[in-house]
């Protein structure tokens, strides 16, 4: 098993540009999250997902967008890039119980300059 | 203040030393309680999951959950280089929802 993939591993972004952060997970679990990670900050919840078709909002969810179109899928958009959003994210799911552990992926280091 | 306050280190000991990590929290609705293990440039990993107040034992690692002082802690038994990497703290009152602490930064020295 793969677990959880997130592609790419590094990006670069020029400020206002979009991009699409990609996460899959093989597991078949039914919740999905994504979190950034920055110093001193810990890992904040930015959106997640309980199953396919459903999503809300976390702690940071300004500037990003999210979609559950399939179990295995949940792709973080960022709509206009901001020097703010420079960051390591990370995917990880869960299975459908509750206060279940967490499932990372090796995350995606994002700058925007 | 933040809900979950974990001391950054960097803390740095010997090979064989005993390791103590901790966490404090404010919010007493917290019943689930977890330590992450995050190797540099990758995704944390479970190392401890406990529920409520209590110990809970796994080889050479020991979490302790005392709810009335909203204080949970790691021991690392034995410690080894292989050690050496950011250790999270996390809990979670019920829901989906999971609060991390920012991490401690161990190095476990040859």
């Known amino acids: 098993n793969a677990g959880v993939t997130q592609t790419p591993k590094f990006q670069v972004l020029k400020t206002g540009q979009s991009m699409t952060l990609q996460c899959a997970q093989d597991m078949n679990h039914e919740y999905m999250s994504w979190y950034r990670q920055d110093p001193g900050m810990g890992l904040r919840l930015i959106h997640y997902?309980?199953?396919?078709?459903?999503?809300d909002q976390g702690e940071v969810p300004n500037g990003y967008n999210v979609s559950r179109s399939t179990t295995e899928d949940f792709p973080l958009r960022l709509l206009s890039a901001a020097p703010s959003q420079t960051s390591v994210y990370f995917c990880?799911?869960?299975?459908?119980?509750?206060?279940?552990?967490?499932?990372f992926g090796n995350g995606t280091r994002l700058t925007v300059t | 203040q933040k809900e979950v306050e974990q001391d950054p280190g960097p803390l740095s000991v010997p090979e064989g030393a005993i390791v103590s990590l901790n966490c404090t929290y404010s919010?007493?609705?917290?019943?689930?309680f977890m330590w992450y293990r995050q190797y540099s440039r990758k995704g944390p990993e479970l190392l401890m999951y406990t529920y409520s107040s209590g110990n809970k034992e796994d080889g050479r690692f020991t979490a302790q959950v005392d709810k009335s002082s909203k204080y949970i802690s790691l021991f690392i038994r034995d410690s080894q280089p292989s050690d050496s990497a950011t250790y999270l703290c996390?809990?979670?009152?019920?829901?989906?929802?999971?609060?991390f602490g920012a991490g401690t930064r161990l190095f476990v020295k040859a």
């Open positions: 996390a809990m979670s009152g019920g829901g989906f929802k999971t609060i």
């Open positions: 997902s309980v199953g396919a078709g459903i999503t």
């Open positions: 919010n007493s609705a917290f019943q689930y």
């Open positions: 990880a799911s869960t299975p459908d119980r509750l206060n279940s552990p967490l499932h």
